[in-house]
Each structure stands twice: as C-alpha cells, then as structure tokens.
C-alpha cells in the first residue's frame, strides 16, 4: 500500500526549500529517531531511494538466528519424487 504525499515548495527571497513530509505510520514503520541522518540517491526520474547510514537490526533477522530449526529444504527448488514419468 503506497502512502501519497504532497511535494511542498516554500520560496523565500533569496532561496527556496522543497519538502516531503513522512507519514507518521512510514516513520514508526523503519523506526526512524529525531534528528537521524539519511541519504538521498537518485535511482532514475521516477525513483527516489532514501538510503539509512545507521539503521536498527532486522527483527527478522533477530528470529532467525535465535530459531533452533533444523529443516534444510529451503522451498526455492522442485520437490524430489513429486513428477511422474511415463
């Protein structure tokens, strides 16, 4: 689900300032902290990638290595034994 916002453009007489405004559930979402830095790539015209130079650790992450499940199929390849031929 995308979340809309408006560019805001406010100019000044010497200057002007371009802003966007995070909406509050995307900033609680990627746990942002007052004041943290953050970078700005342009990907292409149409693609704006905001880049974390300190992010907090993954919770899934923190499962996984925590998780004492032994399984070793990985559910990417072709079950064995499960085409018939002839």
């Given at each position: 689900m995308g979340y809309p916002t408006k560019v805001q453009l406010i100019?000044?007489?010497n200057?002007?300032?371009w802003y966007i405004n995070f909406p509050s559930a995307i900033a609680q979402a990627m746990e942002f902290d007052r004041g943290e830095?953050?970078?700005w790539i342009i990907e292409d015209k149409s693609q704006l990638v905001l880049n974390r130079k300190n992010p907090p650790p993954s919770a899934?992450?923190?499962k996984r290595q925590g998780s004492s499940n032994t399984s070793t199929g990985s559910g990417t390849g072709p079950a064995r034994g499960s085409i018939k031929k002839g």
């Open positions: 100019k000044r007489k200057s002007e300032q830095v953050v970078e899934i992450k923190k």
